[in-house]
């Protein structure tokens, strides 16, 4: 797609955006999956911010930076869960409600939904056991490294 991507594990997103914002005045997009989105409405990640959560989001939305969410399908019922069907904690649903309608948040489509009802661990799993069912899953320009690093992917 030409688009420059860094994959990272750091959790404070706030910190991400900033430092994403010194290397690039174009705009920034950060995919993540619902999961993660839930964890942005933890008090522990803006617990260090003096305005907390409206902080956090603040410094987090503050150059034009869009989160992209890819759906979570419920192993429990089925249900594919998208960042519009998204219930927040009662006390930030307006506040969601907000980065939704305003394009700050975006729903990634997902046009084979059935490949939601695998995780990345489950496709580690795979590759760790050695079972050949993870190349279904891992785009065919990133199986060799997958398969050169095993378990450790």
Known sequence: LG???LVSRFAEFHRLAAFLNRCTS????????IGLLNELFKAKWSENLAGGLL???????????????FPW?????????TAESFIAPAEQRHLYRHFLDNG????VP??????????????????SEGDPKWRE???EAAQEIAARRGAGV
């Open 3 to 5: 688009k420059t991507v």
């Open 26 to 33: 174009k705009p920034v997009g950060i995919v993540l999956s």
């Open 55 to 69: 902080e956090s989001f603040g410094r987090l939305f503050k150059s034009s930076l869009s989160l992209y969410v």
């Open 73 to 81: 399908a419920n192993r429990r019922n089925g249900e594919i869960v």
């Open 104 to 107: 700050m948040i975006r729903s």
């Open 110 to 127: 997902c046009p084979h939904p059935e490949l939601l009802a695998y995780t990345s661990r489950d496709v580690k799993h795979l590759i």
């Open 137 to 139: 899953f891992v785009p």
